[in-house]
């Protein structure tokens, strides 16, 4: 089977388990319900929208799903992709892949750290370690083999970037409206840090999110380049490949 082919039945499998897990993930995540003597910050205004990371679950859900739904009833072009597949490449790159990442490394960074910062073990009854894998853990897997799997067409970096950064932007306004709301900080790392201090983590973790968009632009050039080599090795040096070649068009770029 040529390689081409292997790659567009693992990405659409790929895009079969991931709208189930992510689906899921967000469903369960919605249903629970911490006691506030527990965690007053749980049922406080914003609910479950309060997190970054049921954020990222609820983009995931919807990437993959959107994804599978291409794969079923929409014919892709590689060479002019229509409209649907254009917005699917756009938020993958700005939003999908590096928000994915921000969230699983940086919260098993701060859980390694601390994880009374992120996850107090007061919360292990109510968050079940196998859901605390889906929402921290898998989106980032599913990401990086979305991302190997099938490469897809970047924006020009500087618009990728404003779209990540405005996404980030809002959500730390976000944040700073439910702390005026509830007098209670999304993260316990924020309540240690005075002002200053607290400016310099968002402004460290903004260049963090762009820093993980630009990874994600240079692997999938990467990947982009490794795949087209080896889908034409074998062609014989007096066969002529042009871009209505079927080898071109079985090319899962999406």
Known sequence: MALSSVLRTANVLLHVIGSILFCSGVYFHWQVKIPSKISPLDSAFGDKFKYLTFWNACIQAFFFTYCLILDIFVKSNPNKPPKTVAFKNYLFATIGFPIACFVATVFW?????DRELVLPRVLDPYFPMWLNHIVHTMVAVFAVLEMLSAPHTYPERSRGLFTLGTFTVIYVVWVHIIYLKSDLWVYPILKELNLP??????????????????????????????????????????????????????????
């Open 109 to 113: 960074g701060l859980y390694t750290l």
């Open 197 to 254: 201090f607290r400016m310099l983590f968002f402004a460290a973790m903004l260049a963090y999110a762009f820093l993980l968009y630009i990874i994600g632009d240079v692997v999938n050039k990467l990947v982009n380049k490794k795949v087209h080599k080896t889908c034409h090795q074998g062609i014989s040096p007096g066969m002529q490949v042009n871009e209505s070649s079927p080898l071109n068009s079985n090319f899962p770029v999406t």
